[in-house]
């Protein structure tokens, strides 16, 4: 099997974005946004989908967060679905119901290059740290569209926003790490009965 890693730059004049993927890593990240909370996050998904993760974002944050969160969003989903190839092999879908103390997220993920996001999640709280809390479905909503992954996110209930923006990043790990891992008994075909994805 060959490497599954990739590297994009994007450069607008917005944001400037490098990102390094390894999807078959072990979880190391190297990540800097300028936004705190946002590189918290991006770790945790790095960590618990096994995806080694290096992003640099210089932003315009003096206006406001939302172009480096979406940006980021977009770059990374890129940058996976560059590693994927044309997806052959993978398992292609990945489910969890994700604890975390009080909180129980539910994360699906089919990725099969039609992007779509169901967002079903709710804060009490306009920011976490100094992070807006509007721009967490900017983000999912860019990775989805650029990787090419129908995703469904649920928060089932919770109190702590904390806990229920982490459940949300720590479900899609687990998801994707499932759903791009390698099944040996599709060997090279892509898991579709149309014989390709996206159609």
């Not at 770059?75 to 044309?86: E, N, R």
């Not at 983000?139 to 109190?159: C, P, S």
């Not at 994707?176 to 090279?188: K, N, T, V």
Request: aromatic share 6%; hydrophobic share 35%.
């Amino acid at each position: 099997m060959s490497k599954r890693t990739a590297k994009i730059q994007r450069d607008t004049k917005e944001t400037q974005i490098s990102c390094e993927v390894n999807i078959d890593g072990i979880g190391e990240s190297e990540i800097e946004t300028g936004i705190g909370f946002l590189d918290h996050m991006l770790d945790s998904f790095s960590r618990h989908s096994l995806i080694d993760l290096k992003l640099n974002a210089k932003g315009d944050l003096h206006v406001d967060q939302h172009h480096t969160v979406e940006d980021t969003g977009i770059v990374i989903g890129l940058a996976i679905a560059d590693a994927l190839g044309d997806f052959s092999g993978i398992k292609r879908f990945g489910n969890i119901h994700m604890p975390m103390d009080e909180t129980l997220t539910r994360v699906s993920i089919d990725v099969s290059k039609r992007p779509h996001l169901e967002w079903s999640v709710k804060f009490s709280k306009p920011l976490l740290g100094e992070m807006d809390t509007e721009l967490f479905h900017e983000w999912f909503a860019a990775f989805a569209q650029n990787l090419g992954a129908t995703l469904h996110v649920e928060n089932i209930y919770g109190e702590n926003n904390h806990h229920i923006a982490e459940s949300c990043f720590k479900g899609l790990a687990r998801c994707i790490r499932e759903a791009l891992s390698i099944d040996p008994r599709e060997g090279d075909r892509v898991p579709s009965s149309k014989g390709s994805l996206g159609n």
